[in-house]
């Protein structure tokens, strides 16, 4: 990463962010379930997105990859809800929880046989709260230890359930929502705290019934629907990035194009706001299922603040560079509830606790999160990232600001999520 990341140079001027994860994953599954050519513009070409299309091609669906004046565009063949054929092979979903979760539900109602697996910290994620659900259906799912992949899938007829959510997940729910579309009946979902809702949104564009009444989510068995044009906004989640690095590097004013805005991802937005940073956000139309706005950020004097519970959850994904934010606000910044954080691509805890002391910054650790004494400069570090995408660039940004070089063991992980991350902060570098 060293000759990119120059220190100290203001960020200026505007990049458009590339396509939200989350979205592109959605978009890929439910095109393949549709009738007919779904056109998908403005994906994330990401290794995570990647694993999503190579499993629907491995399930007889044409998938097609092209730049159209310039945007990332996918062409995908649906061929309705029973168009699938069985995987010769074992789907590797690589680093992606999504793309696991997500297809567990999809391939719980399936008549045939699959098995899904990962790489080391995908295999040693939690998958009991997804296969739950999916057993009280009729599912028919192995693991290992009743807890990791890879999973084993024997495809059943499943019947709708009434499902109380232990925790607010979204890759739970829309494996639920997936394995209802296969099932007999309305399956009924009420969730802790609503998780993000791109599932529920996508499922309604493309005309099924998705509804929310009194806090319960349903969603009716064997409803096909017709092939649609999805325009996909860009990832907040890896704005964040962009964003907190304009707020600390002195000077820099940057604004950043059709990110999306969705309500239940816009948490790093408020937090941020309370910290004291300047952001103007400017909603555009949206031509699709997702609200977008153009995001300007400039150079922030930041204080720490107290996090906890629903808005956190709306800003689960960015803890890692909330750290550094945190670490370079006057005071301290103090998280809870937040002990999801510890199942992710990696213990971002653990991680970001380690990554930060390794920095000169005063850190305790709590079980559900983290006290960050904010206002020092950043020493130099050597930093392990855990193969964490978001750890990486993160540590990345922090890099921007610190005193010496932060060095890292492995930034190919950036790959999952934000391929382009280096030569975009180098566009706004003015390289
Ligand atoms: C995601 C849901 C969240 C999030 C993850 C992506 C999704 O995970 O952290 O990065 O696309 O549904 P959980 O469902 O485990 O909270």
């Known amino acids: 990463m060293k000759g990119i990341l120059t220190k100290k140079v203001p960020l200026r001027g505007s990049v458009v962010i590339p396509g939200d994860k989350s979205i592109t994953h959605r978009a890929i599954i439910f095109s393949a379930l549709g009738k007919g050519m779904s056109e998908i513009t403005g994906y994330l070409p990401s290794e995570d997105c ?7 091609r491995e399930m007889g669906i044409s998938v097609v990859s092209e730049a159209k004046n310039g945007v990332p565009t996918l062409w995908v063949d649906g061929k309705g809800l029973s ?15 999504t793309t696991l979760r997500l297809l567990a539900g999809l391939l719980a109602g399936q008549p045939f046989l699959s098995i899904l697996t990962g790489d080391a910290s995908l295999r040693s994620r939690p998958m009991r709260r997804v296969m739950e659900p999916l057993k009280r259906m009729g599912g028919e799912l192995f693991s290992r230890r009743g807890e990791y992949a890879p999973l084993a899938i024997s495809g059943r007829r499943l019947s709708a359930i009434d499902y ?29 705290r609503q998780s993000r809702d791109h ?15 009194e806090g319960i989510l349903s969603v009716a068995g064997g409803v096909s629907y017709p092939a649609r044009k999805i325009l996909v906004p860009g990832d907040l989640s890896s704005a964040a990035f962009f964003l907190v690095a304009g707020l600390i590097v002195e000077g820099s004013q940057m604004t950043l194009c059709r990110v999306g805005i969705n309500p239940t991802r816009t948490g790093i937005l408020d937090i941020l706001q309370k910290m004291g ?16 706005a153009d995001i300007t950020v400039s150079t922030s004097a930041l204080h720490g603040v107290a996090i906890e519970g629903e808005t956190f959850l709306r800003a689960i994904d960015e803890f890692p560079i909330l750290c550094i934010a945190a670490a370079l606000a006057e005071g301290e910044t103090v998280i809870h509830g937040a002990e999801e954080l510890r199942v992710k691509e990696s213990d971002r805890i653990a991680t970001m606790a380690r990554a930060l002391g390794s920095m000169g910054v005063a850190v305790e650790e709590f079980p559900d999160g983290i006290k960050i004494i904010g206002g020092k400069k950043l020493k130099g570090a050597v930093c392990e990232t855990r193969g964490d995408h978001r750890i990486a660039m993160a540590m990345a940004i922090a890099g921007l600001v610190a ?20 030569s975009l902060l180098g566009e706004l570098a003015g390289r």
């Open 50 to 56: 990647e694993r999503t299309i190579t499993a629907f």
């Open 83 to 97: 168009g699938l054929t069985e995987p010769s092979g074992v789907i590797d979903c690589g680093n992606s929880g």
């Open 164 to 192: 109380e959510m232990p925790i607010p997940s979204a890759q739970v729910k829309s494996a639920i929502l997936l394995a209802g579309l296969f099932a007999a009946g309305t399956t009924r979902i009420r969730e802790p």
């Open 199 to 213: 599932t529920e949104r996508m499922l309604s564009y493309f005309g099924v019934p998705c509804k929310v009444a």
């Open 277 to 292: 940073a300047q952001i103007i956000i400017k909603p555009l139309t949206s031509d699709c299922c997702e609200p977008v």
């Open 403 to 422: 005193e010496g070089d932060i060095e890292m063991d492995d930034t190919s992980c950036i790959q999952t999520s934000f391929p382009t991350f280096e």
